[in-house]
């Protein structure tokens, strides 16, 4: 039936043996791209499923094949007359829409991208007119060119098209999109270029518009250069077009609606867009040259550093802008800044993210170069951080530092391949030319509203100071600073050209030029869409956050009766969820647990607490690898439905109008996704955002948003974050890594009261913690050393009693009946090798010896350990005990704190360590090892 169908098209289209291979190329060309042939030609190919058999039962392939196949056999036909006679013609026809497609493809590798005229590409063969056969005769020979949109018409002539080509994409815009796979969106970009072949006209107005934009991104770097002259600025020289470019995202998208833009940045061009974009005042930027400090904040940070925030007009209304603090790691404000953004739109319940935009802006030599660029477009389409599309640019200095554009700084053709990974567009555009800028910039924008995907814009530009101010950069580019010396600025440049065309005057040039200095001479905002009374509505309100001073005990009760409705809600299973066995008999334990015929365990008590703050009116959100069930298999706060593999969160169906409880397993990211989760609880305050990492010892590999934004960023910039990491810690003989969070370097960050360092033992403790951490108006950043044997550890458990009325201990004394006046050796410690030590006291019968927990090593609790030690009158030897190796754990950083407390209740006292050698290691792999190494510190704490 397929042949037969397929035979009777074949026999109506009246062709034969010699042009066979003609049909065969165009049915190739439109299996890639059915735009790409002749709408005749077109409609007879979508009817080719069309034949008696199922589509589903049919393959595209084992379509294609069967016709080739045909086309082949009746090539070897003999040729008929009338066939043969529009052969040649037809060949060539092909060979024009061959043409085509390649410039569609590769029309980029020829586009003069390079302001400096430096980077010169050969042009590939295939974009020309000689590679297809085809000759100067046939220059003026019309071509069927179907559904193409560039000339305006159906047929032209090779010139008209090969010009089109040229004009569209191998000018000043290089554009990449055929990598898409969806069909859609490629025929959407084909029309939007070709349709204006890659440079629309655009009005006196807008140019003018344009002009003055440029003329304030060159203001501000000259006025600057001038007035502070060898002082770092990182300024935007040479990158001028991205002010103007900028201004178009903003008024672009607020025209579509959006309300809110947060920014991320690094160093080059920040001092430029605060003022030039955000409308920081300049006379505030003139104080931090000036070396004026910032009240309140204890360290500060430089100026190209700093975060901003206002409000602008636009055609769609008032937007909100936020310019992230980003520290010198580059890349690693990406990820910060979709996580500000996610939180931004579940906040306006923006699913779809039409209200709130995210853009990014990278370095060239940083967005080829370092990893997290790539975690962060692989979260751009998961369930739990997409953001419907970030809008990247690429400031593209082509150079890095000091390092040469291709030959060293990367592998990949463009500094932007790494965003092809996810099939976003990227348009490269000559910065020296602001109306391609422009263009480019609406098909982002409009791409990105449209489709909700991430797409690239590379600004090729150059840097005019070098690396920075007082950088002296022909040391290592000799040619190209040549040539920069010599390089009319892109702002003379367009407005040269605007004179010429007469749409402004030498004079209005020069008025501009001198009006934006008279507005930075007075201290006067140059953003003329600023909104001097911004809509305050827009803004995430941390007022009641601010100036609490620091405390340890806070009232985390929940009435019983409260805890226990929640329970049972907890345990409501819908009718038809079949969970796997061994799940139901952890929720069959649950019921036992409330109802108080088994003790609580530590899931059972965690889940206790995420609902109580849901009821409290506190969003959760819970992200990490494996955090649903969790990695030891003891949370399931998600239900896998064993007949259809649905799944059921208790957490989100309390109430009907419980606030947002969001829970994913994260993809396997460390940086990105911590990262992520900072940027939302910055913006969150009221919920409480916890990031769980697989294994403690993998949050190593976010080591970088520890330092640069979580220890730190309320002493540099002022920023509250009261985000919570779960660490799971714990030496179980399993080998270096996966034993130790490395406690000691949290530890070492620790100062001024800036976080939160706690190893909870207990269910009721971590159920409090938790609490805590959100129930109190202080916003601190809590690292929690979680266990892993202890998750069902016979002597770790609590009452429902315990999680209604306790609180979080931030010391636990001696918890058996021993007389203090007995005790003689004091054992300190934290974590699980307390319930080694406990059983090995009780195994012994010593009953001189208590063992105290600390189980919030910072801030430290001085206090209640000397309530504590003030009971026992008549130590003689007092001990810190640890599993961890002695150079690494509590040990180096905690010691004089206790060492203080000690010396306080007894002069005498020496604290001695009971613990690990020091290793380079944080574990040992062999078991054996392990079990000599654990007897041996136990019994140390004995007797040392």
């Known amino acids: 039936m397929q042949e037969s169908v397929m035979q009777r098209m074949w026999n109506s289209a009246h062709l034969s043996g010699g042009n066979a291979a003609y049909v065969e190329e165009l049915y190739e060309l439109y299996l890639h791209d059915p735009n790409a042939v002749p709408e005749e030609w077109r409609n007879y190919f979508q009817k080719l499923p069309a034949s008696g058999v199922a589509a589903s039962d049919v393959s595209h392939a084992t379509i294609r094949d069967q016709f080739v196949l045909l086309a082949k056999n009746q090539r070897n036909a003999k040729p008929a007359a009338a066939g043969a006679t529009s052969s040649a013609h037809e060949k060539k026809q092909l060979e024009v829409l061959r043409m085509i497609q390649a410039f569609r493809m590769r029309g980029h590798q020829a586009a003069t991208l390079d302001p400096l005229g430096l980077w010169r590409r050969p042009i590939p063969d295939d974009l020309t007119v000689e590679h297809y056969g085809l000759t100067n005769a046939d220059l003026d020979t019309t071509f069927d060119i179907g559904g193409h949109a560039f000339v305006g018409q159906s047929v032209a002539t090779l010139r008209e098209i090969y010009s089109a080509l040229q004009n569209t994409y191998s000018r000043n815009i290089g554009a990449e999109f055929t990598h898409i796979v969806d069909t859609e969106q490629r025929k959407w970009f084909q029309q939007r270029l070709e349709s204006v072949q890659g440079r629309p006209l655009i009005s006196a107005e807008a140019k003018t518009h344009l002009l003055e934009r440029l003329t304030a991104a060159e203001g501000l770097e000259k006025y600057l250069g001038t007035k502070y002259p060898g002082t770092k600025r990182f300024g935007l020289e040479g990158g001028e077009s991205l002010i103007p470019l900028l201004d178009e995202i903003i008024q672009r998208t607020g025209s579509y609606g959006v309300k809110e833009i ?173 109306e391609a800028v422009l263009f480019v910039t609406q098909l982002a924008v409009d791409y990105r509203m449209q489709f909700k995907r991430d797409v690239v814009i590379d600004l090729v530009c150059y840097r005019r100071r070098g690396h920075n101010e007082a950088d002296e950069p022909s040391g290592t580019q000799p040619l190209m600073y040549q040539q920069i010396a010599k390089q009319i600025s892109t702002r003379e440049l367009y407005a040269n050209a605007l004179v ?386 002695m150079n690494q754990g509590a040990w180096y950083c905690s010691q004089h704190h206790m060492r203080r407390v000690i010396a306080a209740h007894k002069k005498s006292l020496f604290l001695e360590y009971a613990g690990r050698d020091g290793s380079a290691a944080p574990a040992c792999g062999y078991a054996s090892m392990h079990a000599e190494q654990q007897a041996k510190l136990l019994e140390d704490a004995f007797t040392v």
């Not at 005042?281 to 004026?292: A, V």
């Not at 993210?353 to 370095?363: A, D, R, W, Y």
């Not at 749409?503 to 930075?520: A, S």
């Not at 647990?593 to 506190?618: C, F, K, R, S, V």
């Open 262 to 434: 947060v920014i991320g940045m690094a160093h080059r061009g920040r001092l430029n867009v605060l003022v030039n974009t955000f409308g920081k005042n300049p006379r505030e930027l003139f104080d931090e040259f000036e070396g004026k400090k910032t009240e309140g904040l204890s360290s500060g940070d430089v100026k190209y550093h700093q975060g901003f925030s206002s409000n602008v007009m636009t055609s769609g209304g008032e937007v909100h802008l936020a310019l992230a603090f980003n520290p010198s790691h580059l890349e690693i404000v990406s990820p910060v800044v979709e996580g500000s953004v996610r939180a931004r739109q579940d906040r306006r319940k923006d699913a779809l993210g039409e209200k709130v935009l995210p853009i990014s802006l990278h370095g060239d030599a940083a967005f080829a170069g370092q990893g997290v660029v790539m975690e962060t477009f692989q979260m751009s389409q998961t369930r739990g951080y997409k953001t419907g599309g970030t809008i990247h640019i690429v400031i593209n200095n082509q150079v890095g530092f000091t390092t040469s554009r291709q030959e060293d700084a990367r592998s990949t053709e463009y500094c932007t391949d790494v965003a092809k990974m996810i099939q976003a567009p990227i348009f490269h555009v000559n910065g020296d030319d602001p």
């Open 500 to 885: 010429q065309d007469g749409v402004i005057t030498e004079e209005e040039v020069q008025n501009k030029i001198n009006d934006y200095r008279n507005d930075l001479d007075n201290g006067h905002h140059v953003v003329k869409s600023l909104v001097k009374e911004p809509n305050k509505e827009l803004f995430v309100d941390w007022r009641p956050y601010l100036g609490h001073v620091w405390t340890a005990h806070y009232d985390t009760r929940v009435d019983l009766k409260t805890l226990q409705r929640l329970a049972d809600k907890l345990l409501d299973i819908p009718d038809g969820l079949v969970v796997q066995r061994q799940v139901a008999k952890i929720l069959e334990d649950r019921q036992k647990m409330t109802a108080g015929a088994l003790p609580i365990n530590w899931g059972y008590a965690e889940n206790l607490a995420y609902a109580t703050l849901l009821n409290d009116g506190h969003p959760v959100r819970f992200t990490g690898q494996d955090v649903g069930r969790g990695t030891f298999s003891h949370r399931h706060a998600a239900l896998h439905n064993q007949k259809d593999a649905s799944v059921y969160l208790p957490l989100q169906h309390l109430s009907i109008d419980q606030p947002r409880m969001d829970l994913y397993d994260s993809y396997l990211s460390e940086e990105a996704v911590l990262a992520f989760e900072y940027g939302y609880s910055t913006t969150m305050p009221n919920a409480l955002v916890v990031w769980e990492a697989q294994f403690g010892d993998f949050a190593n590999g976010a080591q970088v948003v520890f330092d640069q934004f979580i220890s730190s960023g309320e002493t540099k910039w002022g920023r509250l974050c009261g985000l919570t990491m779960l660490l799971p810690h714990g030496y179980e003989g399993q080998g270096p890594e996966h034993s130790s969070a490395r406690l000691e370097r949290y530890l070492q960050l620790c100062a001024e009261h800036n976080m939160q360092v706690c190893v909870p033992t207990t269910p009721a403790q971590v159920y409090h913690m938790l609490r805590r951490q959100v129930v109190r108006p202080l916003r601190k950043p809590l690292v929690a050393l979680t266990p892993k044997s202890l998750l069902r550890h016979k002597l770790a458990t609590s009452t429902l009693e315990d999680l209604a009325e306790g609180t979080f201990q931030t010391v636990i004394n001696e918890i058996d009946p021993v007389d203090p006046k007995k005790i003689e050796r004091l054992i300190l410690c934290s974590g699980k090798v307390y319930y080694d030590l406990l059983e090995k006291r009780r195994a012994a019968e010593r009953m001189d010896i208590a063992i105290v927990r600390i189980e919030q090593l910072y801030p430290f609790p001085e206090n209640d350990l000397a309530e504590v030690l003030s009971g026992y009158k008549n130590i003689k030897h007092i001990v810190w005990c640890q599993e961890e190796p």
